[in-house]
């Protein structure tokens, strides 16, 4: 038992799993002692009979929402992947498009998702462009970083060795890039939830939407708390199975070779 315990993966699972129960536990506790009403924060029992009880309701609108992100998220990864190759061309490019990247990440989404539903006549194409903008900037940024860090002695290497720009691309700077470009990837899955989210709010206030965060507002309106609670519990395991699910992306493809995924 003792070596489990030292077992540096298990405790990386067990750590924050046994945090999590106790965090429950207490939040059981308290809500049970101090008799407080569900309508001002449901017992985690409660949210939990709520999230099975109103499945059906609850698992269309993760759909929807699935659907926004991963719709999102693969545009942003084709458009950052794009804009980044582009940027390392030219420094001149790179410096007279680079502060529009910026412009597009320190925007509000909540202040032009808006204008996007009103100029989009289709709700879900509208929701993934928002959803997009909110994503795009750390993979531009991280890719671009990695594309540019390259060893400056493999680079002169290669240009010894007369190496085409499309050779120098392939050979040196895709590889060298690879760690920025998973680092991007974790941020951005995230990114991409919360601009889904977000849309879905605005479009939601508007009379329109169907994922969770249109439930989230209904449920509001009827002071359904515990229905909200279930959604946003829905919308933050979302969040956790993506990071999740880049990190393991992550080391399938860099374990074998660099040391940021050894050990």
């Given at each position: 038992?003792?070596?489990l315990?030292t077992?540096?993966?298990?405790?990386?699972?067990?750590?924050p799993?046994l945090i999590g129960?106790?965090?429950?536990?207490?939040w059981?506790?308290?809500?049970?002692?101090l008799?407080?009403?569900?309508?001002l924060?449901?017992?985690?029992?409660?949210i939990?009979?709520?999230?099975?009880?109103?499945?059906?309701l609850l698992?269309?609108?993760?759909l929807?929402t699935?659907?926004?992100?991963?719709?999102?998220?693969a545009?942003s990864?084709?458009?950052?992947?794009?804009?980044?190759?582009?940027?390392v061309?030219?420094r001149f490019?790179?410096?007279?498009?680079?502060?529009?990247a910026?412009?597009?990440?320190?925007?509000?989404?909540?202040?032009?998702?808006p204008?996007?539903?009103?100029?989009?006549?289709?709700?879900?194409?509208a929701?993934?462009?928002c959803?997009t903008?909110?994503a795009?900037f750390p993979?531009i940024?991280n890719?671009?970083?990695?594309l540019?860090?390259?060893?400056?002695?493999?680079?002169?290497?290669?240009?010894?060795n007369?190496?085409s720009?499309?050779?120098?691309?392939?050979?040196l700077?895709?590889?060298?890039a690879?760690?920025?470009?998973?680092?991007g990837l974790?941020?951005?899955s995230?990114?991409?939830?919360?601009g889904?989210?977000?849309?879905?709010?605005?479009?939601?206030?508007?009379?329109t939407?169907?994922?969770l965060?249109?439930q989230?507002l209904?449920?509001?309106?009827?002071?359904?708390?515990?229905?909200?609670f279930?959604?946003?519990?829905?919308?933050?395991?979302?969040?956790i199975?993506?990071f999740?699910?880049?990190m393991?992306l992550?080391?399938?493809a860099?374990?074998?070779?660099?040391?940021?995924?050894q050990?």
């Amino acid at each position: 038992m003792t070596p489990l315990i030292t077992n540096p993966r298990f405790l990386r699972v067990a750590a924050p799993l046994l945090i999590g129960v106790l965090l429950l536990l207490v939040w059981q506790m308290l809500c049970t002692v101090l008799e407080v009403p569900a309508y001002l924060v449901p017992t985690p029992w409660l949210i939990a009979k709520t999230l099975v009880g109103d499945w059906g309701l609850l698992s269309d609108a993760l759909l929807v929402t699935l659907k926004i992100t991963f719709l999102a998220f693969a545009l942003s990864v084709l458009l950052g992947v794009a804009i980044a190759f582009l940027f390392v061309q030219s420094r001149f490019i790179e410096v007279s498009l680079f502060p529009y990247a910026i412009i597009l990440q320190v925007t509000p989404i909540v202040a032009i998702a808006p204008l996007i539903i009103i100029w989009v006549k289709e709700p879900t194409f509208a929701l993934v462009i928002c959803a997009t903008i909110m994503a795009l900037f750390p993979i531009i940024s991280n890719t671009t970083l990695g594309l540019r860090s390259v060893n400056p002695g493999l680079l002169n290497l290669f240009k010894l060795n007369k190496a085409s720009r499309w050779q120098t691309l392939r050979r040196l700077r895709i590889p060298s890039a690879l760690p920025y470009f998973f680092g991007g990837l974790r941020i951005s899955s995230g990114l991409a939830l919360i601009g889904a989210v977000v849309a879905e709010f605005v479009a939601g206030t508007g009379g329109t939407g169907s994922g969770l965060a249109y439930q989230i507002l209904q449920a509001g309106f009827q002071l359904n708390i515990p229905r909200l609670f279930a959604a946003l519990f829905l919308i933050t395991m979302t969040g956790i199975v993506l990071f999740l699910a880049m990190m393991v992306l992550s080391r399938m493809a860099l374990a074998g070779w660099h040391e940021s995924e050894q050990g």
